[in-house]
Each structure stands twice: as structure tokens, then as C-alpha cells.
């Protein structure tokens, strides 16, 4: 069964930073992409970075470009995001997801909130 765990969310104040994790499970994902997605309130979700277990460079969305990072550990099959600089426009449910294309994805973990007050 597969299983990804996202935790490190919650309450931050502008300009502050939050790391989030995603613990991956229950098959190898080697050959996946791991995507860090989220959705704000009224507004659709949307992919904000993404890594290959395998190497090569990741992928961010013009709006974190900079403020946020996206690593993973393939000895821990966790795929982090570090958050820098986040402002109130960054408050959402953040979900982690794998899939074998940056554009597709099988497997979604359940979220977690990060609230950014100003």
C-alpha cells in the first residue's frame, strides 16, 4: 500500500520560513517524480515544485523561484521543501504527490495547512 506522509505545516508569520516533509511508502519510486503542489482557498491547485528520485534539475513555479527549495533523501524516501521569505499569498493546504511525469501523478498524500499571517 502507498503511503506518503507530508507533516511539518502550520503557522508562521510573513517573512518566515517552514520546512515541510513528505515520507514515502510502500513501493519503489525510483523512477518517479515527487511534486510539491498546493491549493489555496476559492483557488485551484497548482504545482509549485517538483524533483526526480534519480537526479537532475528540479522544477519550480515562477512563484516560489527562489524562496523555495525542494530536495529529497532517497536513504529516508522523504522529499523535503523548505520554505524562506513566505508571505500571507502562500497560505494553503500543501499536498506532496508521485507519478512518473512531472504532468502526471498517481499517488497524493493528504496535506497539510501552512498559514502565513502578515
Known amino acids: 500500500q502507498v503511503q506518503l506522509i507530508e507533516s511539518g505545516g502550520g503557522l508562521v508569520q510573513a517573512g518566515g520560513s517552514l520546512r515541510l516533509s513528505c515520507a514515502a511508502s510502500g513501493r519503489t519510486f525510483i523512477r518517479y517524480v515527487m511534486g510539491w503542489f498546493r491549493q489555496a482557498p476559492g483557488k485551484e491547485r497548482e504545482l509549485i515544485a517538483a524533483i526526480r528520485w534519480s537526479g537532475g534539475n528540479p522544477y519550480y513555479a515562477d512563484s516560489v523561484k527562489g524562496r523555495f527549495t525542494v530536495s529529497s533523501d532517497n536513504a529516508k524516501n522523504t522529499v523535503y521543501l523548505q520554505m524562506n521569505s513566505l508571505n500571507p499569498e502562500d497560505t494553503a493546504v500543501y499536498y506532496c504527490?508521485?507519478?512518473?511525469?512531472?504532468?502526471?501523478?498517481?499517488?497524493w498524500g493528504q496535506g497539510t495547512q501552512v498559514t502565513v499571517s502578515s
Open positions: 504527490a508521485a507519478g512518473p511525469l512531472m504532468s502526471s501523478y498517481d499517488y
